[in-house]
């Protein structure tokens, strides 16, 4: 079962487009999953776009958009110990890439970070960043924020607790909060990776890290906001 299904199965899975910071907070889903890395289980944070502003790297395969390369990946992003060449498109792989997004997805994979309200205290729900109407969430003391994602522009989104309930707020009113303490810290440094579909129908996990080291592939750059180029 491909992640995307797998992550079907928890809760449906929303595009992100991430043309503004306000696109990113109306439509980020995150997912919590054992990953296996150097024999070691960890518990991490799954979601389906790059974090920031300015979202990087632009990862650039071939020396034009035409034609294929052959790179190297898994067939497992949970446990990523095995070896498989795929052939791909030549082109840019990014979120803001204009190439058309049905032969590839974009990862990333951080430890989870929780926090615990040490008092009854409330928080913004932004919803809508730049407004003066977003809700208010009241918390408890013992009330835990999990799953810990930055998406841009200084705001954070969590999860509620064992709930499916999604907020977002500016980050430093949780991780600068006195009346929160970090109860669970990440066990494994971030990770980006991309899923690709091969051109034998077959599909690959590569860590971007990893993926700018192999022959054919190089880093592009960020041309303006919302554009990238080689």
Known sequence: MSLKLAIHSVT????????????????????????????IVHEMVVYDFWSGEYPGPVVAIGKTDKGS????????????????????????????????????????VIGNTVYTATKDLEIVHHVQPDSDENPILKLSAGEKL?????????????????????????????????????????????????????KKGTSIYVNVEELLKQKGVTEGQIESYGSVTR
């Open 146 to 198: 999990n799953r810990s994602v930055y998406l841009g522009e200084g705001f954070c989104q969590y999860v509620v607790g064992d709930t499916q309930k999604e907020i977002q707020t500016d980050c430093a009113s949780v991780s600068d909060n006195a009346d929160f303490t970090m109860t669970e810290l990440p066990t494994h440094k971030m990770e980006q990776w991309i899923k690709f579909d091969c």
């Open 12 to 39: 449906s899975v929303l595009a992100v487009t991430a043309v503004s910071a306000t696109s990113i907070h109306a439509e980020a889903v995150s997912y919590r999953l054992d990953m296996t890395r150097d024999g």
């Open 69 to 108: 390369t052959v790179i190297r990946g898994s067939t497992s992003l949970r446990n990523p110990t095995n070896d498989a060449a795929c052939a791909v498109s030549n082109g840019l792989y990014h979120p803001w890439a204009a190439k058309s997004k049905t032969d590839y997805e974009i990862y990333s």
